[in-house]
């Protein structure tokens, strides 16, 4: 599987912008860049996904490297309810593989 | 909005006891997925299943474990004889396709096990 590497922790204060960075040197070609997220005692929750081209939805944008190596989630105005841990994940567009998660971005939203 | 739903909340065992863990997927979604989550630990993917048997399943997911689509609208994971290392937080989630740009997995509350 490719992996994605995503800072432990990130602190906002609430109403500015977040900007969640993640890695992804090894991706391939049909690799799709999924953001899901997990608030406190709470399943995981989708997010937004993209595949080349930046994606907006009402949750947040996913800005995508023109070499696909590294994407960035943003949160335009950081809520308490955004205090969550964000998960970066690769998966084939084909779906043939499992969404696997790793340890996420610790994000505490400060009022 | 359409949701999964898992019962029970919690349940707690004895150790060795067998535990039927239930999810209703949404209704129109054809991929049903459990995960566990031991706590302070990662989301783990255990198994997946389409078309009435399992598409993936990870090496957690050994002969104690088994999951069932009974009916047409439950998705059911069993655990036999259980262990306190099965105690976790065991989520359900379905989606309406494998991949692509409908692939998004929807994630229930979660069933909280705890193993004595």
């Known amino acids: 599987d490719a992996k994605t590497t995503q800072p432990n922790s990130m602190e906002s204060n609430e109403e500015e912008p977040v900007h969640l960075p993640c890695n992804h040197s090894?991706?391939?070609?049909?690799?799709?860049i999924h953001w899901y997220r997990q608030l406190p005692s709470q399943g995981p929750e989708y997010v937004i996904h993209?595949?080349?081209s930046n994606v907006n939805n009402r949750m947040a944008s996913l800005a995508i490297a023109e070499d696909r190596k590294s994407s960035t989630l943003i949160l335009h105005r950081a809520t308490l309810r955004d205090a969550a841990v964000y998960y970066c994940?690769?998966?084939?567009?084909?779906?043939?593989?499992?969404?696997?998660f790793g340890k996420g971005t610790r994000l505490s939203v400060i009022a | 909005e359409p949701e999964v739903t898992q019962t029970p909340s919690h349940q707690v065992t004895q150790m060795g006891q067998e535990v039927i863990l239930r999810c209703v997927p949404i209704?129109?979604?054809?991929?049903f997925y459990w995960y566990r989550q031991i706590l302070g630990q990662k989301v783990e993917f255990l198994v997946s299943f389409y078309n009435n048997e399992i598409s993936e399943k990870s090496e957690i997911f050994d002969d104690q474990f088994s999951v069932e689509r009974p009916d047409g609208s439950n998705f059911t994971l069993k655990i036999r004889s259980t262990k306190l290392e099965d105690s976790a937080m065991y989520f359900c989630?379905?989606?309406?396709?494998?991949?692509?740009?409908?692939?998004?997995?929807?994630f229930g509350e979660g069933s909280r096990l705890t193993v004595l």
């Open positions: 993209g595949l080349t």
């Open positions: 209704s129109n979604h054809l991929y």
């Open positions: 989630a379905s989606s309406e396709s494998a991949g692509g740009n409908t692939g998004e997995l929807f």
């Open positions: 994940i690769l998966r084939d567009r084909s779906g043939n593989t499992p969404l696997v």
């Open positions: 090894t991706i391939s070609g049909t690799d799709y």
